[in-house]
T-cell receptor
Framework: GAVVSQHPSRVICKSGTSVKIECRSL??????MFWYRQFPKQSLMLMATSNEGSKATYEQGVEKDKFLINHASLTLSTLTVTSAHPEDSSFYIC??????????????FGPGTRLTVL | QKEVEQDPGPLSVPEGAIVSLNCTYSNSAFQYFMWYRQYSRKGPELLMYTYSSGNKEDGRFTAQVDKSSKYISLFIRDSQPSDSATYLC????????????FGSGTQLTVLP
């Protein structure tokens, strides 16, 4: 399967600061990338979907001004959590799919980023 | 009511046991069904993929779909400690990877 990396794996920040998380597809062109949030013992909650070169599509209830998503190239998407607060502490996971995989419903997930806001 | 329901567990079994994991769903339009395995502090990885009703086997894993009952299962034979993980079911109407709906996951521990 294809490989997706995510950086950093863990970040601790103070309330009010902004945090950027990178998601990279290492061996395929990711035409679509997804950002999920996962709370302990809960499922993946889709936050937004981004297509390369286009604005991200946010799910209902997700503040687009707080969670800035950029998908500037076919291998990189970034999620910036602006003015982070303790309630933003969570596990953020990206996934990616490309032309070869999309019709097989296959998304390839990154290893996730644990964000802790103090 | 959630679109996809999955018993969160936790489920503990002895090594060698047969494990049965299940999901029910309410949207009869779902046609594509997947099982993902997620190890602690890692992203999910695709384990099984099936279309419509029927069974699919891959090594020790068997995925079963019963669309008439809106019920899917994942069976693990001869379970190993390395199978300890959270298992998430996922479903799609169109088959497009853009539209997956996930269950909440079942945490499985296989005891040596």
């Amino acid at each position: 399967g294809a490989v997706v990396s995510q950086h950093p794996s863990r970040v601790i920040c103070k309330s009010g600061t902004s945090v950027k998380i990178e998601c990279r597809s290492l061996d395929f062109q990711a035409t679509t990338m997804f950002w999920y949030r996962q709370f302990p013992k809960q499922s993946l909650m889709l936050m937004a979907t981004s297509n390369e070169g286009s604005k991200a599509t946010y799910e209902q209830g997700v503040e687009k001004d707080k969670f800035l998503i950029n998908h500037a190239s076919l291998t990189l998407s970034t999620l910036t959590v602006t003015s982070a607060h303790p309630e933003d502490s969570s596990f953020y996971i990206c996934s990616a799919t490309g032309t070869l995989y999309i019709l097989r419903s296959e998304q390839f997930f990154g290893p996730g980023t644990r964000l802790t806001v103090l | 009511q959630k679109e996809v329901e999955q018993d969160p567990g936790p489920l503990s079994v002895p090594e060698g046991a047969i494990v049965s994991l299940n999901c029910t769903y309410s949207n009869s339009a779902f046609q594509y069904f997947m099982w993902y395995r997620q190890y602690s502090r890692k992203g999910p990885e695709l384990l099984m993929y099936t279309y419509s009703s029927g069974n699919k086997e891959d090594g020790r894993f068997t995925a079963q779909v019963d669309k008439s009952s809106k019920y899917i299962s994942l069976f693990i034979r001869d379970s190993q400690p390395s199978d300890s993980a959270t298992y998430l079911c996922a479903m799609s109407v169109s088959g497009s990877a853009r539209q997956l709906t996930f269950g909440s996951g079942t945490q499985l521990t296989v005891l040596p």
